[in-house]
């Protein structure tokens, strides 16, 4: 993989050292639900919760791809990717709740529980056509794509780079969050969407559903690594590093630094949305919470984690950190956040190349 | 015959010296039939006599009691007030009659009574029942009355009375006097008399139409007073951020932290003086100091340790800052647990202040208006007239040269974050006092701060001060018919394409200095 200071130099060994380890990796993933077949005293079954925990971190490991991919690739530090997993998440909640129809509480055949609850006539318009699963996917993925765009274009188009731009998409977060906190934006409000029957007319909750959620979070994660290794060995991915070591020259040799650096911006939120629409099904819940500034910091922090120069950096760092969140927080909560606050400055003042950096050696 | 004899009492009422005789002679009929009752209720109202209140309270309490043709308050005659025992006495009944000549006079008595507040009360009951009727006993009222503030509603009551009296004149007076106040419920007032008396619209309407410029103005007032309180708050919190990330260029995400820290030693100081009484009200002021050092030495200890480390790398210090800001909150919240703490205000801070035209004003959000005006001079002056300040400032131009003429440029650095972070624990000293001392306290500034600095320009007081209340008064204006949330997600908008046309802030640095 390219590192920090010189992307250009190929180092066969490490990058086929990866690759196979990357693969290998996925193909042990891809066992897990098999495993969970197995009877409970079997010395290699897998638990419920292991698949569905898993598969989240699956998830997670796309929203790190997208985030590494802007960061690490373009030197886009997005403050606010966790909005854009959020809206695609909201995108597929919308469709479950559709989906729930005259099962619900208040037995309505058409309007979800909380807008009956609220006194709400009729669906209100931007609901409209979300009963379709392909309309939802699309959803999930264009309107974080144009939120995307709207602010990647007037923030780049100012030349608004580094930190100020991390600080924009930060406010960004926030005030979506403030706004689905909001009960007459026809979102849920304060709770957002839970209680899902069914996708695809296949019940969720069941082993078979979370098996086949898990294989297309998994299909979906190994797409979305294939795409961007693909994309960074591209002409476009030799600009985006020079765009990322040196903006003013590369602008003054001519390139739109602006188009370059949208087009990595607004396709890494696609990927975010794309990896909330697959989370939501598999959590069973879409609240305002997944806005919270937080959750997209601490996401940033998997990738920084796993190394960001790298792309299976942040899929890496996403695994790693989640697993080390689930195995602490069983046991000592209190001092999770401790260990976050911890990894963030652990991993800024001494191992500024991640996890990867520890296998690469020195390469300066 | 009896009509004319109550009316004769009325007006013998308004001769002071036969006042105490209508007392006297009034009483006994409390203790005959419920037509005496209502007719001896009326006359004591109409005496006002001050003896006349607790006997009529005790009357509609159930609590006055009657032997044979005696009645007996509270162990003693009431007439006479001299004692007497109250074995075998049962209390006086009274019927819906009676309890409705009770509410007047009682409204009427309450006019007189010795208690200010009471009669503010008074006046304000009269004013919601208006009836005629009211008229001379407010007249007088409002003749004897001292308090100006009672007065003033006295004569709003009366207004009101006028308003539903028979005689047009009477009427025009009291149109004319509510036409002068400036509340809701005399506009209420008029509107409901303009559909009673079309003969009066005309005027009537242009009544309304003063209260409604007045009640325009105090709204005005109160809003632009609302915004400068907020933007007194992001000025206070953007402060410190204006030194740190503005001048240094160091982006502090546990800025918020540090203002939280300042916010715990306000409320540890007052816990730690409990033990001294004369000392207690004063630990408000004696915080100032403790939280500028405390959060001080936390910057100087973070910028030495870490961030120092990490200077040329913005992003990286962002991340590691963020983190720093993780660990001090759940520090915080497990040493104070994770509910609100009480921070108490001193009682000069406490109660509204009321100015001309009915605007009122928190003390305590004037006080923290004041105490943020008096940090950025402090500021100012610090890096204006000290030699620290000079200092810091050769260090931001140049750091080799400010190094090759003999200034220790790690010692600045080092100084100037402490500056900046104890800015920022005085400012939760003032949070303290209108918001929630919670370790999440300061979160809710960060991004509100961080957006103050880049609207104001960055490295710029001015432009901080500028910024803070811009964005504060902006935020209010647009709140009541956006609402909160829509309001902060549209000024975060506002700040957005504000940057579109003027990407260094409003006060943007020029030369050298803007190339750091």
């Known amino acids: 993989m390219s590192d920090l200071a010189a992307p250009a130099a190929p180092r066969v060994p490490p990058r086929l050292l990866a690759l196979g380890a990357g693969a290998a990796a996925l193909g042990l993933l891809a066992l897990l639900p098999l495993l969970n077949l197995l009877p409970a005293g079997s010395a290699l079954a897998v638990s419920d919760f292991t698949v569905a925990v898993t598969g989240k971190w699956i998830c997670y490991a796309v929203l790190a791809l997208g985030i590494g991919l802007a960061w690490g690739q ?9 909005a854009f997993f959020a809206l695609g998440g909201y995108a597929m909640g919308m469709h479950l709740m559709r989906l729930i129809g005259p099962r619900g509480v208040y037995g309505h055949p058409v309007l979800p529980d909380f807008m009956v609850f609220l006194g709400y006539r009729e669906l209100p318009w931007y609901w409209l056509g979300f009963e379709h699963l392909p309309y939802a996917i699309l959803m999930a993925m264009l309107v974080p794509g144009l939120l995307a765009f709207v602010v990647g274009y007037l923030s780049f188009r100012s030349r608004i780079t580094g930190v100020y731009f991390s600080i924009i998409t930060q406010a960004m977060t ?19 969407f839970t209680d899902f029957k069914e996708l695809l007319g296949m019940p969720l909750n069941t082993r078979g559903a979370r098996a086949a959620l898990f294989y297309a979070a998994l299909l979906l994660l190994g797409g979305s690594l294939l795409l961007c290794r693909h994309l960074t060995r591209t002409k476009l991915g030799a600009v985006l590093v020079a765009v990322r070591d040196a903006e003013s020259r590369v602008r003054f040799l001519g390139y739109s630094v602006t188009a370059f650096k949208l087009t990595v911006f607004v396709l890494s939120a696609v990927l975010a949305g794309l990896a909330g629409a697959l989370y939501v099904p598999l959590v069973g819940i879409i609240n305002p919470g997944e806005f919270a500034p937080t959750n997209s910091i601490e996401a940033v922090i998997w990738v920084a984690v796993g190394g960001r120069a790298s792309l299976v950096g942040a899929v890496l760092g996403a695994f790693s950190v989640n697993a080390l969140k689930t195995w602490l927080t069983s046991f000592a909560p209190d001092l999770w956040l401790f260990a976050l606050g911890g990894l963030f400055v652990a991993v800024t003042v001494l191992l500024p190349r991640g996890l990867v950096g520890l296998f690469q050696g020195r390469t300066r | 015959m009896t009509r004319i004899l109550v009316l004769l009492a009325f007006l013998a009422s308004a001769l002071p010296a036969a006042a105490q005789d209508a007392f006297l002679d009034a009483l006994p009929g409390l203790a005959g039939s419920f037509g005496a009752q209502a007719e001896a209720v009326e006359r004591l109202g109409a005496s006002g006599d001050p003896r006349a ?24 005659d009431a007439a006479t007030g001299a004692p007497a025992d109250a074995a075998g006495a ?18 009427r008595l309450q006019l007189v009574s010795a208690n200010p507040d009471e009669r503010l009360a008074a006046a304000d009951a009269v004013f919601r029942s208006r009836s005629a009727e009211n008229i001379p006993g407010l007249e007088a009222a409002i003749a004897r009355e001292t308090v100006p503030r009672v007065r003033d509603r006295q004569a709003l009551a009366l207004a009101a009375s006028r308003l539903v009296a028979a005689d047009p004149g009477i009427k025009r007076q009291g149109i004319a006097t509510l036409g002068e106040a400036s509340s809701e419920d005399a506009r209420a007032l008029l ?8 003969e009066l619209a005309a005027e009537i309407d242009a009544a309304v139409a003063a209260i409604d410029g007045r009640l325009a103005f105090k709204r005005a007032a109160e809003t632009l007073f609302q915004g400068l309180s907020l933007g007194s708050v992001l000025l206070l919190a953007a402060l410190g951020l204006a030194i740190t990330f503005g001048v240094m260029g160091v982006i502090n995400m546990a800025h918020g932290e540090f203002v939280m820290l300042g916010a715990y030693t306000t409320f540890v100081v007052q816990e730690a003086l409990r033990g001294i009484p004369w000392l207690l009200p004063w630990s408000l002021p004696l915080s100032v100091p403790a939280a500028f050092l405390v959060a001080g030495l936390a910057g100087a200890a973070l910028e030495r340790g870490l961030i120092r480390h990490l200077y040329g790398r913005p992003l990286e210090t962002l991340l590691m800052t963020f983190g720093v800001g993780m660990i001090l ?3 915080v919240r497990l040493a104070f647990g994770a509910q609100n703490r009480e921070v108490l205000s001193p009682s000069w801070m406490q109660g509204t202040l009321s100015l001309p035209g009915g605007i009122l004003i928190t003390q305590n959000r004037l006080w923290v208006i004041v105490f943020s005006l008096l940090v950025l001079g402090l500021a100012f002056a610090a890096i204006r007239l000290t030699r620290f300040g000079l200092e810091m400032r050769a260090v931001v131009q140049n750091r080799r040269t400010a190094a090759t003429m003999g200034i220790r440029t790690g010692r600045v650095d080092a100084l100037t974050f402490a500056f900046g972070s104890g800015i920022a624990g005085m400012a939760g000293v003032a949070l303290s006092q209108i918001d929630n001392v919670s370790p999440n306290l300061g979160t809710g500034y960060i991004i509100d701060s961080f957006m103050v600095v880049v609207f104001g320009g960055v490295g710029s007081l001015v432009g901080t001060l500028v910024g803070a209340m811009g964005l504060g008064v902006l935020n209010k204006v647009i709140e009541p018919w956006a609402g909160a949330v829509l309001a902060k997600v549209a000024v975060l908008v506002v700040i957005m394409l504000f940057i579109q046309r003027r990407p260094r802030g409003l006060f943007a640095l020029r030369g050298r200095a803007a190339e750091a």
């Open chain 1, 74 to 82: 373009a030197g886009i530090l997005s403050l606010g990717h966790g």
């Open chain 1, 174 to 192: 926030y005030a979506l969050m403030l706004a689905f906190f909001r009960n007459d934006m026809g979102f849920g409000g304060n709770n957002g």
């Open chain 2, 53 to 76: 209140l607790p006997v009529l309270r005790a009357l509609s309490d159930g609590r006055l009691l009657r032997r044979d043709a005696a009645l007996l308050l509270n162990g003693a």
């Open chain 2, 90 to 107: 049962e209390p006086v009944r009274i019927n819906n009659r009676v309890r409705a000549a009770l509410r007047g006079a009682l409204g």
């Open chain 2, 191 to 198: 509107l409901e008399a303009r559909a009673a008396n079309p």
């Open chain 2, 329 to 331: 909150q759940q520090a």
